[in-house]
Structures are given as structure tokens and as C-alpha cells.
């Protein structure tokens, strides 16, 4: 499984998935910029996560809430006093873990020692900055350590807005920091990162089906996307795990190749949170059900999952090598969703006569998919170059297409190549990748 690890993290960064940030001054711990491949993956995760749980429901909106955010929020929310890790220090070797991340807590995993470590103290995962030119207290801001306490702040504004009545969920998709002690294993954990959140407001009596529903549409959705069964495993929290607020949490784990980890948790969060901030704002943070007379607070089931997190379980669900005429080949069987591109235009050769052909199969198709363009080296190598980086299909133009206007669409997994006329391409493609 470690095998798998290095051959995944080489090919993100040989193929322009993932580059370490600031690469030319040494590099920037835990922090990484992804490349033209990776941002295309990166995006296509998130509009895939989009479609299913805003797009193809009429009982989710969306929002797009601020990374600054004042004090008052994270203290209503309990995580200025409560957002910490345990943190000790190696007297020996000078390095820091988190205290209940270790295997065993009186051994350093790093110089091998004994009996070390410093005392644990809690340490505030929040990263603190000022807003304006004067650094006081009054110009105290945060970075947000989740998406979700803007949902919770914006409940109000969204419910007249959009005239929703729960059960109705709002959903977004951003960036949040965690000043992590100890960032690890490549992507997967990291101190910037983006998060793709949902919070569910229910009716009270309703919670425990929502939680219920919510899980296992959740873990449905990996399975669509590709990731094979025996990878995933829905596992209840615990009751010594469970956050003072959840009546039950469970969490959609991937097989990583360092063992099971988390990519998403749903967690039946109750009414703490629109509570927690009706009193400390001084507004009604309820539901007035007309038809029955109702007032309530909503209960609230939140699905959040990494983005990131999730790109790299999809690479590694994917990743592949197989044998085509003899030859190894590194193959990428994502999903037609998730692939970057989901076509690349290869004429056979670089000679003039087939580029305006081959450029009118481009501008034919980049109205309805992302494609990769290339017509350098030769074309077995350009095939490999993009079963690498897991375009399910490639189009090529030969000579023959001058004649035939006919171009040949190969398949990245059956590795088929079917003649199709230039006319019919897009609709053929349409047909193959809806």
C-alpha cells in the first residue's frame, strides 16, 4: 500500500496534479498548489458533490458565506474555548505531535525515545489576524476553521429569502484553516483546505430519519463516482467520540494506504448550534410552521466532507497499471465526471495537412466537454500521456480522415477504437459519457 502512495504523489507531481507551494524557495510546509491537471480534478470533485446535493434537489440552496468572520461567531459557536488538540513537545528532538494521534504516548516517533515529551497543553487551531491598519484587540478577526457557522448564521436571511420550510438543507462549498500541529500524509491533511458542506434543518420529531438518510445517501455517492466497495465502510462514532452537541455521528472512511481515515462526517448536530447563536446574537434563530402553529428550533444533520481529501482518494481508487502490446502502462480509471478532461483531440502526426481538420474536432467539442489537445511525439506515447492523467476517450485524426471525414475514438479502459464520422463525433461522445 506505501507503493501506491509514492507512485500516486510521483504522478501528481509529474503530471501537473499537485505541486508543493512556493517550490522555488524551498517550498511552504502543508501547503500545495494544484497544477493544470489537478485543478480540472479538483473542480470537477466539487461540481460533482454540487450536482448531487443542490443541482438535482429542490430542497437544498446554496451559499457562499465569508472567511473573515469576528470573534462573536467562534465564541458562540464554542471554539475559541474548545477547538484545540493536545500538543506536546520532544525534549530530545525538539519535534511537536498531537498527543492522541500517537500510537503510544510515552514514545517518540521520531528520535525513538522514551519519556520526552513535555506536558500535553490544549492548543487553539484557529488562525487569529486583524482586520485594518491598527493591530488591536477591536480589530481582532478569524480565519474560518469550518464552512458550516456561516450556514448557521445566514439560516435566517436563507429561509426568507428562498422561502424554504424544513426539511430544507443549505449547502457550500469553500476554503477553511486549521493551524494543524502536525500536517501529514501529502494532501490529506493540511492547514488550508476546502471543505463541501451541507447543514439539513428538520423538524425535531424527523432528526433520526434525516441522520439516517443522510448517511447512506452520503456513502452512496463515493460508490457512484467509482471507488470500490471494499474500500469504503461507514462507521458509527463511538459514544466516548461523539462532540457534546451530536446525538449520533458516523463517518464514510476510505482504505488510505496508512489504513482507514475519514473523508466525510454526518453528524446529527441537534439544535445546539442555531441556539448557541440566537443567544448570543439576540435573534430568533426559528421556524414558524403556519399550517400547524408551530414554533421550533431546527434540528440540523450535517454532511462535511474534504475536497481535497476527496480528489486523493479518487486517484488512488483509480490508479492502475496494466500491459497494452507488451508495454506497462499507468492508467487513471476515474469516473467521466471527475476525469480532467474528458476527451483528447490527437492528430497522428504534426503535419500541416491534418491541423485544421483536427482543430475543427477541437472547437466542435469544447462547447460540451473539457479536452487536451496534443500533437507532440508519437501517438502510442500521447495515448499513455493521457491514460496517465485518465481521459477516458481520445479522438484521432489521420490521413484517412481527409478522405473519409471520419475520425477513430479510442477507449481508455476497453482500449476500442471505433470509426465514427467528424459529423457524428459529439454525438456519439454525448451518448458514451452521459
Known sequence: MKDLFDQVVNLCKRRGFVFPSADIYGGFRSTYDYGPVGVLLLRNVKAAWWRSMVQLRDDVVGLDAAILSPPAIWEASGHLSSFTDPLVDCKSCKERFRLDKLDDPDLCPSCGKRGTFTEARQFNLMFKTHAGPVESEGAVA??????AQGMFTNFKNVLETSRKRP???????????RNEITPQNFVFRTREFEQMEMEFFVPPDEAQHWYEYWCQERFRWYQELGMPEEALRLRPHDPDELSHYSSGTSDVEFLFPWGWDELEGIANRGDYDLRAHATASGERLEYFDQASGERYVPHVIEPAAGATRTMMAFLLAAYDEDEVNGEARTVLRLHHRLAP??????PLSKKEALTPLARDVLRALQPHFMCDYDETQA?????????????????????????DKAVTIRDRD????????????VAELRDRLS
Not at 478569524?142 to 464552512?147: A, D, G, V
Not at 476497453?414 to 470509426?419: A, D, G, K
Open 167 to 177: 426539511p430544507f438543507g443549505i449547502a457550500q462549498v469553500g476554503k477553511s484553516f
Open 142 to 147: 478569524y480565519l474560518r476553521p469550518e464552512t
Open 414 to 425: 476497453t482500449l476500442e477504437q471505433v470509426r465514427v464520422p467528424v459529423d457524428a463525433v
Open 379 to 403: 501517438i502510442g506515447r500521447r495515448y499513455r500521456r493521457q491514460d496517465e492523467i485518465g481521459t477516458p476517450y481520445c479522438i484521432t485524426v489521420d490521413f484517412d480522415s481527409l478522405e
Open 341 to 346: 478532461y474528458q476527451v483528447a483531440v490527437l
